[in-house]
């Protein structure tokens, strides 16, 4: 199975910046798509940002478009969102989310991590 932790949320101010950092651990073939997903109270989960096995393409919410960088460290199987020019409406539980096989030849899986809050309040 994938394991999925999630750090680096908490309170920040609007306009400012803040990393969240997103680790695979366990026992599997290869974690392929990463990304971030977002999800409010009474809200369905949206993405965030998301990037492919190389790092070589991502994708974006038009709402954090030039605020928001995904990147990962495919050897080290991680993967960060740097969040800058904050806004209230920011705020949300974000989620990591990464696709992979358990062994060759499966059918590639979907997994999530357990979220952390973000806060952008005054």
């Known amino acids: 199975q994938v394991q999925l932790v999630e750090s680096g949320g908490g309170l920040v101010q609007p306009g400012g910046s803040q990393r969240l950092s997103c680790a695979a651990s366990?026992?599997?073939?290869?974690?392929?798509?990463m990304g971030w997903y977002r999800q409010g109270p009474g809200n369905e989960r949206e993405k965030v940002a998301t990037i492919t096995t190389g790092g070589g393409d991502t994708n974006y919410a038009d709402s954090v478009k030039g605020r928001f960088t995904i990147t990962r460290d495919s050897a080290n199987n991680a993967a960060y969102l740097d969040m800058s020019s904050l806004k209230p409406e920011d705020t949300d539980v974000y989620f990591c989310?990464?696709?992979?096989?358990?062994?060759?030849?499966?059918?590639?899986?979907?997994?999530w991590g357990q979220g952390t809050q973000v806060t952008v309040s005054s």
């Open positions: 366990g026992s599997f073939f290869r974690i392929y798509s």
């Open positions: 989310m990464a696709d992979y096989r358990l062994r060759l030849g499966e059918v590639i899986k979907r997994t």
